[in-house]
């Protein structure tokens, strides 16, 4: 079975940093872009950030400059840094990878999703 399991959210308080991680398991070829979306209640999901297999990355911009993609092709694993965090970053995070090449074909995949709450 493939999937994405995330790991690293919780309670913040606002300017304080989390580092959001998710891992891809089971038979994978290969993993092209990956990226991190969130959702904050009664609004729709929205892109945060996303990465190529490369290492070229694009923010939103309203992150860009407090959170840091990267990712780890050999552990099919992409992070998510968050720095000076907003209580309007609380939301339910959740990792993707559009493509992801197994042995019967390609698939998208969504995480489970973990909650990121910022407040004091």
């Known amino acids: 079975q493939v999937q994405l399991v995330e790991s690293g959210g919780g309670l913040v308080q606002p300017g304080g940093s989390l580092r959001l991680s998710c891992a891809a398991s089971?038979?994978?070829?290969?993993?092209?872009?990956m990226g991190w979306y969130r959702q904050a209640p009664g609004k729709e999901r929205e892109l945060v950030a996303s990465i190529t297999r490369s290492g070229s990355t694009n923010y939103a911009d309203s992150v860009k400059g407090r959170f840091t993609i990267s990712r780890d092709n050999a552990k099919n694993t992409v992070y998510l840094q968050m720095n000076s965090l907003k209580p309007e970053d609380t939301a339910v995070y959740y990792c993707?990878?559009?493509?992801?090449?197994?042995?019967?074909?390609?698939?998208?995949?969504w995480g489970q999703g973990t909650l990121v709450t910022v407040s004091s």
């Open positions: 993707n990878a559009p493509a992801v090449v197994t042995a019967v074909g390609y698939f998208e995949l």
């Open positions: 089971g038979s994978i070829f290969r993993i092209n872009a």
